[in-house]
């Protein structure tokens, strides 16, 4: 009996319950999870009339080789397992979405007298107000800017108001955009009031807030008191450009989510708009390669399941483009997530239709602008590998560079670039041992490649794929140790070293056998090369300096007397730098270690000044 009918007859034999099922490839590698009202009748489709699957099924189906299910109690008890099992596995044919993507908050350390603005990775249990989440850093950290700017707050880090009057003020100050706390010149009661109103803004409310100001500005202008009214005024303006920046409106309803899935000619693209109190706060999109408008339910239901779980925050109304697997089972999932009511629907008149076609309309322009640059890309790579002889069109680089502090500190760096992008988490960094003083770039780059080799040749799951082309940061005698190392593990891809001009600029490419390419002739490639080239370098750098500043704090905390590896975690914990701790009084430092400790501590950097003071 062949595998194929082996299927069909374990199908029969499956249970009419609800549950999860997971598909398996001839490796035993997991390649789909899915979840089922009724076992028997959900995996029974996939092996029949397979000529009417979308393409994506149709090959997800001939690499099915076993299956296992998992009975379950409930269908919203297997929906949940499902989403633990995609996050465990990874399927190739499930829609999966980053776990490190993260989506970062803004902490307002509203503890502190002089509170913070600071972008931080996820929710504290601290008694700071968090605001958010945001779609990603950048937009965190330029809705920090804005209302920075419009309310003068400090973007600075000093230590209030044990710091006050220091030091002369920043250029901020200098140039109206800060109202210089630290030279004493706003109460601390008056500095709490801005960061209300920033607050107020971040959150959508800041028209509220400006006819507040206006009726502050009248007023004073009645009791001629013309420069308040003046100040009045233009913090008012700013403040209401600044909100337009944040938000735009949608009256008519509160915190909402709009899902919406466009399918493109080669590519699919979910898009969510995020709305709170009725206005536009932020959007984001999730490229989805090789679907078909038939998928469109399936990765709706799919994408909402985990885009929920990963990013913990949901509204109480999230609309969709249109009607996916087990609604109501996907709606109580939500439900569990945030711990209230939540309304998934798909709109059918009115405001939100009108929105929900917006969201299409920005889903449909995101795929022409990503198929254009996907196009452009595509050709780098072919004229790459026509240069380069190649027999096959590649399709993904590893490259590797060196890097080290006068012969010390020396690492390696392993970037992945897939279709031309950057696959950041495919990113490797290596601590070379083999060179421990001086500098010796060519044993360094043996180690490094022979560690990824050897993981690869273990079977690690983080070194299984190879590259079509291995590239490595260096001339003929760096590719030439490099060609040595694939070939001792039995590994035939192409290997070039990126060679450098006398201005540090890529020059162009050079074999094992000594032949060189030059590709400046050729923009595309130059670009794409250079790009490599920089970003291997950059990450390799970046490495290297980490572990040069830990080294430094390290060798400077480990003079304290009784500051142990424990105690030293906790005050960078606390102070987050070795300047911080060094400026903090005795009563600070106690926040982070006992009193003893924290007498050592001061007196070791203040030692001298009390000699002197003496």
């Known amino acids: ?196 109103q920033a607050i107020d803004v971040l959150e959508g409310n800041y028209k509220q807030l400006a006819e507040q100001l206006e009726q502050q500005m009248m007023q004073a202008a009645e009791e001629e008191h013309f420069e308040q009214a003046a100040q009045l005024r233009d913090r008012m303006r700013a403040i209401m450009r600044a909100g337009q920046h944040q938000m735009v409106v949608a009256s008519g309803f509160s915190d909402t989510d709009i899902i919406a899935f466009v399918q493109g000619e080669t590519r699919g693209c979910i898009v969510t708009l995020h709305y709170i109190a009725g206005n536009f706060h932020d959007k984001e999109y999730t490229m989805l390669d090789g679907t078909s408008s038939e998928d469109g339910a399936e990765l709706l239901g799919s994408y909402i399941k985990q885009y929920y779980s990963l990013r913990g925050v ?118 070379i041992e083999s060179v421990a003083n001086g500098q010796d770039d060519y044993k360094a780059m043996e180690e490094m490649l022979a560690r990824r080799m050897q993981r690869w040749k273990d079977g690690d799951e983080k070194f299984t794929e190879l590259p079509s082309v291995f590239l490595i940061d260096g001339g003929l005698g760096h590719v030439r140790i490099a060609k040595q190392v694939l070939d001792h593990f039995g590994c035939t891809k192409p290997v070039f070293g990126m060679v450098k001009d006398d201005h540090h600029r890529t020059r162009g490419l050079v074999a094992p056998d000594g032949r060189e390419f030059s590709i400046s002739a050729t923009p595309a490639v130059f670009a794409m090369v250079g790009r490599i080239q920089e970003e291997v370098h950059r990450f390799a750098i970046t490495y290297q300096r980490q572990l040069r500043g830990a080294d430094a704090v390290r060798s400077e905390l480990d003079n304290i007397p009784g500051v142990g590896e424990k105690r030293r975690t906790a005050l960078l914990k606390t102070f987050q730098s070795v300047k911080r701790i060094r400026e903090a009084t005795v009563e600070q430092l106690e926040a982070a270690v006992p009193h003893s400790t924290a007498q050592a501590v001061y007196h070791y950097f203040h030692s001298a000044q009390e000699e002197t003071e003496k």
């Open 1 to 196: 009996m062949s595998s194929r009918e082996e299927l069909h007859q374990r199908v029969l034999t499956l249970p009419r319950e609800p549950g999860v099922y997971i598909m398996k490839n001839r490796q035993g590698q997991v390649i789909y999870v899915g979840k089922a009202k009724v076992l028997k009748n959900r995996v029974s489709q996939y092996f029949q009339n397979e000529a009417k699957h979308t393409p994506k099924t149709r090959k997800m189906v001939e690499n099915i080789d076993s299956f296992d299910i998992i009975v379950c109690e409930s269908e919203f008890e297997a929906l949940v397992l499902e989403n633990q099992m995609i996050k465990k596995y990874k399927p190739k044919y499930n829609i999966l979405l980053k776990d490190d993507k993260g989506y970062p908050f803004i902490r307002v350390s509203t503890d502190r007298p002089y509170p913070e603005f600071t972008v931080v990775g996820r929710r504290g249990k601290d008694t700071a107000r968090y605001l958010g989440p945001y779609a990603g850093r950048g937009a965190a950290m330029q809705a920090i800017d804005t209302v920075s700017r419009a309310l003068g707050l400090r973007t600075c880090r000093r230590v209030l108001p044990r710091d006050i009057g220091r030091s002369r003020p920043c250029l901020n100050a200098q140039l109206g955009r800060c109202c210089a706390p630290c030279a004493g010149t706003v109460t601390q009661e008056e500095y709490a009031q801005r960061v209300a």
């Open 314 to 431: 949901v509204p109480p109304l999230v609309l969709v483009s249109e009607e996916i697997e087990d609604m109501a089972a996907v709606e109580t999932f939500l439900r569990s997530v945030a711990g209230k009511k939540v309304t998934l629907t798909v709109p059918q008149r009115g405001r939100r239709r009108e929105l929900m076609h917006m969201a299409k309309k920005n889903a449909e322009e995101e795929i022409i602008r990503m198929e254009t640059n996907a196009e452009r890309r595509q050709k780098s790579l072919e004229l790459f590998g026509s240069m380069m002889g190649l027999t096959e069109t590649p399709v993904s680089f590893e490259a590797y560079d060196i890097s080290n502090l006068a012969g010390t500190n020396t690492v390696g760096s392993m970037v992945v670039f897939e279709n031309g992008k950057p696959r950041r988490s495919r990113y490797r960094r290596f601590r």
